[in-house]
């Protein structure tokens, strides 16, 4: 008998309910498994349906085709002597189940059910999927006519069971599994059981790579034996980018394992595994034995076939290696782009509009579809044939191959400064010279025109015409005045993307491409329905922070020098009339009234660490403790939580992005909360003074701090002051959350507020627990109506 076994993981680009196109990346990447010599094939989870199928998995339709994919499947000769197994769904007694099902020579050997759901982060398994839970039980499942007819039999075992070959055991875990805090591969590995298998969805998250790789390892180290982890990639019909990166494991190291980003439809990572290194490291671990010795039996299917050959003594097992991973910047350039190249090849559109401002943001999303282009132009060169394919059905040209992503990019992308009098000479050549060194089809056009026929309707219909906040208008009029620039974009946006085309002689329409970061749609910083709203949006699961980095790297990477310029220059909207020089006098950071960094840390705390006000502030009063005193700290978090309650609504309309960030305010899945708040956080707020009071008093510069010791101390002596004058709620003005705060006046700055505390110390603090200078400054926050809120 044979000891070393040849075995395959799959990375496959699957697509919801796309029944006849999952089928042929199913077949195609057995058949290649078979011809690299593997006698064992495996696969991603749900990689028949497509795992983003969400309510159709209550649809009995969708039962009945997975079991029609599998009979084509199981009846292919490409199968026939190779031990496979594919992840379905099926429904056993009434009850669906997410499930891998072994099959050999025709034959079905057990249909094993997830045991442990995943309902967090984008995931939501628990509405359409049950658990099962009758550890190392199995019953038989009914089989339903058409595959009976084919394969003879009438039932096959369902449950929590192994499979054993004559040279090995299988057992199988199920993507959340290996999470789990009890995930089976101990149970299994003291059970006797010699390669687990692993059929994952894992998306990707900024920073969060490894983490995969990290478990495959070390379950494979703590408990012996080979990990075999199969993934989906790419987008199939969602939010999220399943991240590949199927992987090969053996007694705690990595021997193969697949790419994390790419284009390929189907990809097959190989490994050759010694079983008697396994049975060598797990008889040398004495403590395992012991357990083992007394471990439970699992049920065990048995399989007439061996996975090993005869004569295998000159076939070389596979050696460690040491896999990189990609940093934040180069996953910025290759997952948004990879999943802009799903999205546009299923969406059966002929390229992309994205209005570029020449600011960092539309600049990202510009210099990643540049990213996609480049890897399309790569794959090409690879021999990708579905690659070519798909590029010359997009652009209508079935003999077109591309050879240089520039002039595939100007085929692709169609980028159009939209500038106003408002607009800067610095912006407008910022953004063509981008244009000129990425390669779009780039135009120019200005919205004053559109901007006065909406004011000449207005003044026809009322007699009055607003004006801006420099010119002596209101903040109402002045923010109706920015919000008519910004969704008049929105309509020219989707006017020219229609139209682009037909201009330039091609079928077909373009996707309109949004541009709004993570830490601005966190902080409502955008106005409802202008350009940030758009089909799809690369960037908008992607920090500020990040997206600077980014550009730094794409700077040197792509040689696109312009983006030294876009970094540097303060980020803008560009709404508000210029100053008399033609300088800007509008700054996105001042109209915010807080920094980025400072949003990114807000978003981290209030979604990672589930902080509430008072939370935050408690954290936060330690983090900045050198910088800030607490009544500083107090205001910051006070005004971001003011924000975030009033513009929350505007989550509900947020363009599909591809999901990037941990701290992701998107309420369509990842992020679930109320749309209207009461804004003035009365009670929460309270605890945060009532806190102040306690501090303030005792808070010294960073240079004269006392100890922790007496800090405590002092704490502990002023819980014991008099806390009257916080027996009541905040009562300041109240104020309904805005129905449009497209751009806040900015936050009176808190050293401001200081010197105004300072200059006026007859102000005595309201029993509310406001003082008027608090008030000043958390009251430049308002509602549509200009009422502090």
């Not at 997830?114 to 658990?131: I, L, P, Q, V």
């Not at 019953?139 to 039932?155: A, K, N, V, Y």
Request: proline residues 5%; charged residues 20%; aromatic residues 8%.
């Amino acid at each position: 008998m044979g000891r070393k076994i040849t075995v395959a993981v799959s990375t496959l680009n699957q697509w919801a309910l796309d029944f006849e196109g999952n089928l042929a990346r199913i077949l195609q990447s057995i058949l290649e498994a078979k011809d690299m010599g593997a006698s064992y094939r495996t696969g991603p989870e749900l990689e028949v349906s497509g795992y983003s199928c969400e309510d159709h998995f209550r649809e009995p339709d969708t039962y009945l085709h997975s079991w029609e994919v599998l009979l084509e499947i199981m009846m292919s000769p490409i199968c026939e002597n190779m031990l496979v197994d594919v992840g379905m769904p099926v429904m056993h007694r009434n009850v669906a189940y997410n499930c891998r099902v072994a099959f050999f020579n025709r034959q079905l050997l057990l249909i094993r059910p997830k045991m442990a759901m995943c309902d967090d982060g984008n995931y939501r398994e628990s509405r359409w999927f049950t658990a099962w839970t009758k550890s190392m039980q199995t019953e038989e499942f009914l089989l339903p006519r058409m595959i009976s007819q084919h394969t003879g039999q009438q039932t096959v075992p369902f449950g929590d069971a192994v499979i054993a070959t004559r040279d090995t055991c299988l057992g199988y875990e199920i993507c959340e599994e290996l999470w789990n805090v009890r995930s089976k591969h101990i149970e299994m590995s003291l059970a006797g059981v010699e390669v687990i298998v692993n059929g994952s969805a894992s998306y990707m998250e900024l920073r969060k790579a490894h983490i995969t790789s990290d478990l495959i390892r070390n379950a494979s180290f703590k408990a012996g034996g080979a990990y075999l982890f199969s993934n989906l990639r790419g987008c199939d019909g969602q939010r999220v980018y399943f991240n590949g990166c199927s992987a090969i494991a053996l007694n705690g190291e990595l021997l193969a394992r697949g790419q994390q980003f790419a284009l390929q439809d189907v990809e097959v990572t190989l490994a050759t595994i010694d079983l008697e290194e396994i049975r060598a490291y797990r008889v040398s671990l004495r403590s395992r034995c012991t357990a083992a010795a007394n471990a439970a039996n699992y049920p065990r299917i048995h399989c007439d076939f061996e996975m090993s050959t005869h004569s295998d003594i000159f076939k070389t097992s596979t050696p460690p290696l040491h896999w990189p991973s990609h940093t934040p910047e180069e996953e910025i350039a290759l997952g948004p782009a990879c999943w802009l190249w799903d999205y546009l090849r299923r969406s059966g559109q002929g390229g992309f509009f994205l209005p570029l401002s020449g600011g960092i943001d539309s600049s990202s999303s510009a210099t990643i579809v540049h990213s996609m282009c480049r890897q399309i132009v790569q794959a090409v060169q690879l021999g990708d044939a579905q690659v070519l394919h798909d590029i010359r059905k997009i652009l209508a040209d079935t003999d077109y191959t591309p050879d240089n992503a520039a002039t595939l990019c100007n085929r692709l992308l169609v980028t159009c400064y939209m500038g106003s009098v408002n607009s800067s000479k610095e912006t407008r050549r910022r953004a063509a010279q981008l244009a000129n060194q990425l390669g779009s089809y780039h135009i120019e056009i200005s919205i004053d025109l559109a901007v006065n026929a909406l004011l000449g309707i207005f003044n026809a219909v009322t007699g009055l015409t607003p004006r801006f906040r420099t010119q002596g208008g209101c903040a109402r009029q002045n923010l109706a005045l920015q919000n008519i620039q910004s969704r008049l974009r929105m309509v020219l946006a989707y006017i020219f993307a229609q139209l682009m085309l037909w201009v330039r002689n091609r079928p077909g329409g373009l996707l309109v491409l949004g541009s709004a970061n993570v830490d601005e749609s966190l902080r409502g910083y955008l106005t409802k329905y202008d350009c940030s709203s758009a089909d799809i949006n690369p960037i908008g699961g992607i920090s500020k922070t990040d997206l600077r980095r980014f550009l730094v790297y794409a700077k040197e990477k792509y040689n696109l020098p312009v983006l030294e310029s876009i970094i540097e220059a303060p980020p803008t909207a560009e709404l508000e009339p210029l100053q008399d020089n033609g300088e800007l006098q509008q700054t996105d950071e001042q109209d915010m009234g807080m920094t980025y960094d400072e949003l990114s840390e807000y978003g981290r705390l209030r979604k990672q660490s589930f902080c509430g006000p008072y939370s935050m502030f408690c954290r936060l009063v330690a983090t900045w403790k050198g910088d800030l005193s607490p009544k500083e700290v107090a205001d910051k978090v006070k005004h971001f939580f003011r924000c975030y309650a009033i513009n929350r609504h505007k989550m509900t309309v947020l363009t599909p992005s591809v999901h990037a960030e941990s701290y992701s305010p998107d309420d369509n899945r990842f992020d679930h909360r109320p749309f209207l708040y009461r804004p003035n956080w009365s009670w929460q707020f309270k605890a945060i003074d009532d806190e102040v009071d306690k501090l303030q008093p005792i808070y010294t510069p960073s240079s004269m701090r006392p100890s922790s010791d007496d800090l405590l101390l002092s704490t502990q002596r002023s819980s014991h002051l008099d806390d009257s004058k916080h027996s009541s709620p905040l009562s300041s003005a109240s104020g309904s959350a805005s129905l449009d705060v497209g751009i806040s006046t900015a936050a009176v700055p808190l050293a401001a507020a200081a010197a105004a505390a300072a200059a006026a110390p007859g102000l005595a603090k309201k029993p509310s627990g406001y003082s008027k200078v608090h008030v000043n400054v958390l009251g430049k926050i308002k509602d549509r109506t200009g009422i502090p809120v």
